[in-house]
């Protein structure tokens, strides 16, 4: 049997157990009441997400000339390569260019031993000289043959067999001195120069070998650095306006960038596409020249080539980033003279650096919200701010991602 002092000890530990929780369930209720939805005590206190105007900044739409660009991947070809080979066989004596070097048109390269062609044309030389004693001779005969046929001493067909000699001797000088020629030729193509101004590259053959003018890797290759040539290909949907580009009297710009896009290389022009579209790709070849005295561009580097497609004269341009897209396409939100914003669908075209072409919905003078999107709803209050003043994150979600600010699906 228990005692009246147990059983009061016992109902003062359940009133304290109970009190406890009492006030568990209260602290937990108090605290989840003041947090924002998305679990962050300070949300409803910043951005004027609840209980206030919404902070946005603002850029007016703009009619102005726009250009339309378009990126394509491209490789930079040479206009001129060429594999330098010898013209005549023989052992490589000296060579003259340093491996990686720029040479001029016309530069001495190699030379090759010179001397089994000298006695070639010392030897045509000496022939001639021969040829022509014998022919001084025969004309000598000739003039004698021609008086004693006049006193009827010796036989009419004796002079004329003494006439053809001499053509003979004549025919054999002409045949000598194009041996010589010939043999001159060969003693110049012992000494082996660039065609071109270019970088030479690796050397193919050393010194002290044989080279031969059948060689397949010739003794180097030399490239064209300076112009050089970039070529890409363009969708066959372009083809037409870039063809009328080309066609007309302006230059057709085109800009190389690395493949980041971060650096230009260089700016050159459109020269030509090729003369047929690419039925496997649906592309047609375009080749552009562009100035390269740096060397910034080096053969078959891959790159990123913009070509100017289009110019429109007075477009309607509004900021990239006031351009949303969502489920339905894309939409911008305009600031009404009330402080609060529109919700408008629109249709746009190509983007150029920071703006966006306009083609239906928006008008110049419309002021669109740039910054702030995240956290609109069509007729939602707003406040405008500098765009210095807005938060850093803003700027990032502008037109790359939908928000709060998406229209409903």
Same mark, same amino acid.
């Not at 720029?102 to 031993?113: P, S, Y």
């Not at 110049?364 to 702030?372: K, L």
């Given at each position: 049997?228990?005692?009246? %002092?147990?059983?009061?000890?016992?109902?003062?530990?359940?009133?304290?157990?109970?009190?406890?929780?009492?006030?568990?369930?209260?602290?937990?209720?108090?605290?989840?009441?003041?947090? !924002?939805?998305?679990?962050?005590? !300070?949300?409803?206190?910043?951005?004027?997400?609840?209980?206030?105007?919404?902070?946005?900044? +603002?850029?007016?739409?703009?009619?102005?000339?726009? $250009?339309?660009?378009?990126?394509?991947?491209?490789?930079?070809?040479?206009?001129?390569?060429?594999?330098?080979?010898?013209?005549?066989?023989?052992?490589?004596?000296?060579?003259?260019?340093?491996?990686?070097?720029?040479?001029?048109?016309?530069?001495?390269? &190699?030379?090759?031993?010179?001397?089994?062609?000298?006695?070639?044309?010392?030897?045509?030389? /000496?022939?001639?000289?021969?040829?022509?004693?014998?022919?001084? @001779?025969? %004309?000598?005969?000739?003039?004698?043959?021609?008086?004693?046929?006049?006193?009827?001493?010796?036989?009419?067909?004796?002079?004329?067999?003494?006439?053809?000699?001499?053509?003979?001797?004549?025919?054999?000088? /002409?045949?000598?001195?194009?041996?010589?020629?010939?043999? $001159?030729?060969?003693?110049?193509? *012992?000494?082996?120069?660039?065609?071109?101004?270019?970088?030479?590259?690796?050397?193919?053959?050393?010194?002290?070998?044989?080279?031969?003018?059948?060689? &397949? @890797? =010739?003794?180097?290759?030399?490239?064209?650095?300076?112009?050089?040539?970039? #070529?890409?290909?363009?969708?066959? $949907?372009?083809?037409?306006? +870039?063809?009328?580009?080309?066609?007309?009297?302006?230059?057709?710009?085109?800009? #190389?960038?690395?493949?980041?896009?971060?650096?230009?290389?260089?700016?050159?022009?459109?020269?030509?596409?090729?003369?047929?579209?690419?039925?496997?790709?649906?592309?047609?070849?375009?080749? &552009?020249?562009?100035?390269?005295?740096?060397?910034?561009?080096?053969?078959?580097?891959?790159?990123?080539?913009?070509?100017?497609?289009?110019?429109? /004269?007075?477009?309607?341009?509004?900021?990239?980033?006031?351009?949303?897209?969502?489920?339905? =396409?894309?939409?911008?939100?305009?600031?009404?003279?009330?402080?609060?914003?529109?919700?408008?669908?629109?249709?746009?075209?190509?983007?150029?650096?920071?703006?966006?072409?306009?083609?239906?919905?928006?008008?110049?003078?419309?002021?669109?919200?740039?910054?702030? #999107?995240?956290?609109?709803?069509?007729?939602?209050? #707003? *406040?405008?701010?500098?765009?210095?003043?807005?938060?850093?994150?803003?700027?990032?979600?502008?037109?790359?991602?939908?928000?709060?600010?998406?229209?409903?699906?």
């Amino acid at each position: 049997m228990q005692t009246p %002092r147990r059983s009061s000890q016992r109902w003062w530990w359940f009133l304290i157990v109970l009190v406890v929780l009492a006030a568990g369930w209260w602290w937990t209720h108090r605290n989840s009441g003041n947090s !924002a939805p998305n679990g962050s005590p !300070a949300a409803g206190k910043k951005g004027g997400a609840i209980g206030g105007p919404v902070p946005v900044t +603002v850029e007016a739409v703009l009619q102005e000339n726009f $250009e339309e660009w378009v990126s394509l991947s491209a490789t930079v070809t040479p206009l001129n390569v060429v594999t330098v080979h010898t013209r005549v066989d023989g052992e490589l004596d000296k060579v003259h260019f340093t491996e990686g070097q720029m040479v001029k048109a016309g530069a001495l390269l &190699a030379e090759i031993d010179p001397r089994p062609f000298q006695a070639v044309l010392d030897q045509a030389k /000496a022939a001639i000289v021969r040829d022509q004693a014998l022919q001084e @001779n025969a %004309r000598v005969d000739l003039a004698r043959y021609a008086a004693l046929v006049k006193e009827k001493s010796i036989p009419k067909q004796q002079l004329d067999t003494q006439a053809s000699l001499v053509q003979q001797y004549e025919a054999t000088i /002409a045949s000598d001195r194009a041996t010589i020629a010939s043999a $001159e030729l060969q003693l110049i193509y *012992t000494k082996v120069t660039s065609p071109l101004t270019g970088r030479v590259g690796l050397r193919q053959i050393d010194p002290g070998n044989i080279i031969h003018a059948s060689d &397949a @890797n =010739g003794l180097v290759i030399v490239t064209q650095m300076d112009p050089m040539g970039v #070529v890409f290909s363009i969708p066959q $949907e372009l083809v037409t306006s +870039v063809r009328n580009r080309l066609a007309g009297s302006d230059e057709v710009p085109v800009e #190389v960038m690395d493949k980041q896009m971060k650096v230009s290389l260089g700016r050159g022009k459109l020269v030509t596409t090729d003369n047929q579209i690419d039925l496997t790709s649906g592309t047609l070849k375009l080749k &552009a020249v562009l100035p390269n005295p740096d060397g910034a561009l080096f053969p078959n580097q891959f790159v990123i080539a913009r070509l100017l497609v289009d110019k429109r /004269a007075g477009a309607t341009v509004a900021p990239a980033t006031a351009v949303q897209r969502g489920a339905k =396409g894309a939409y911008a939100y305009v600031l009404n003279e009330d402080s609060t914003v529109s919700l408008r669908n629109i249709a746009t075209g190509a983007t150029h650096k920071d703006h966006t072409l306009i083609t239906d919905g928006l008008k110049p003078g419309d002021q669109v919200i740039t910054r702030g #999107v995240d956290r609109l709803r069509d007729g939602a209050k #707003v *406040t405008v701010i500098r765009p210095d003043d807005a938060p850093a994150s803003d700027g990032k979600k502008g037109g790359t991602r939908r928000g709060k600010g998406a229209p409903p699906q």
